[in-house]
Every structure is written in structure tokens, then in C-alpha cells.
């Protein structure tokens, strides 16, 4: 884009002078838009003749671009366009189950409500399948 006059900047700030008719590639970071939504636009030296624009790939915009389609490997989450993973979504006490996408609590072998006794006074525990359930 052509400049069509010199700049002029508030509170006495002084900028190296521009002559009319030079050219400048951006004066922010929407100038430098390049329709791709997987690029972060950047305009270094922004408004001078000295401006150019920088790309920088951009692995995610949302969470769905980072989901690896594994519920037991955690959400993945886009931050600041990189994808990061998150913990095991399940809780102490619990397997996870892929094929289901859900959080099962842990069952054992046993024969006795002894064999599957989790020294939790809180929990009465299910012979058979070691399902603890909470009273
Ligand atoms: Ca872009
Ligand atoms: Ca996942």
C-alpha cells in the first residue's frame, strides 16, 4: 500500500519520517491476512517501510483439531495454537473403557465380599464382579 501522507503520532512520539509515496506492506496484523486460518499473521514493523509480514503455523484453532479420537488418552485441547494433552479422564478406583467412552470402576476376581474388601468403610463391596458400591 502506498503512504498518502507522512505519519503524525500523538504525545510528541518520533518516528523515523516517511515520504509520501513509499510504499509499506502492513500497518498491523490484519494487513498481513493470508486467508489461512492455520498461519498466525504477524506485520513486523508495523506502518514503515521497513514492514513485512511474518507467518507462523498454527497446528489448531479449536479442540477438535487436536482430538486424536481416544477417549482414554484424555481431551486434547488447543492452547495458544499447539495441542495438549490432558489426564486420564477417569478417576482413582476406575478403568476406562474405549470402546464405550466411559469411566467403569474396577472390577476384580474374587469369591468372597473378603477377597474384593477395599478397607473402605464407605464402600460395601459385590461379590462376583468386586463392583464396590458407595452407602
Ligand atoms: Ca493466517
Ligand atoms: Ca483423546
Redesign the pocket.
Known sequence: MLIAASLSLPYGCKVSPILEGQEVTCRNNLDCDDNNEYTKDICLDAGTVNSSCKYQNVLCNTDKDC?????C????RCVDGNCQDQPNPCDIGETCNEISDICEPIRGFCNTDKDCDDQNSLTTPHTKSCLFIKI
Open positions: 482430538d486424536d479420537g481416544f477417549y488418552d484424555g481431551i486434547e
